[in-house]
């Protein structure tokens, strides 16, 4: 068995409603547990960054969303020394669709929130975090370094 360590592609969606807020939920059972994030997840072999996307937010919201547009690449490196985990984050927007987000994996979220993009909560997924702030400075990426 091979001690090679792999980075792992991390897909996370920002839906805003019509109010401009964004969608996060609480996580839990899984690394970062307490913190807030964007539905999302692995980008699976053979699928797309659109097609994760879209799957992800289905699966974890029920929500359907379209129009996709990559707004942040980011090294997610925060949970290397505590989860032994190393992600690129790709950070995608998505346009709302309309309906109430349903908690769809409750063993992974604890509950779904529209915040304000000015009051957002304190603890942050780094890949959620690093894709709000990419957005907000209207940029692409920003090493972590």
Known sequence: MSDKKYTKVGIGVMIQNEKGQVLLGLRKG????????????????????FETAQREVKEETGLEVDQFQVISVADELRYIKTDDKHYLNIGVKAIYKGGEPKLMEPDKCEKWQWFDLDALPEKILEGTDWTIRNFKANRIYKPAR
């Open 30 to 49: 899984s690394h970062g547990e307490g913190e807030w994030s964007f539905p999302g997840g692995h980008l699976e072999f053979g699928e797309t960054v």
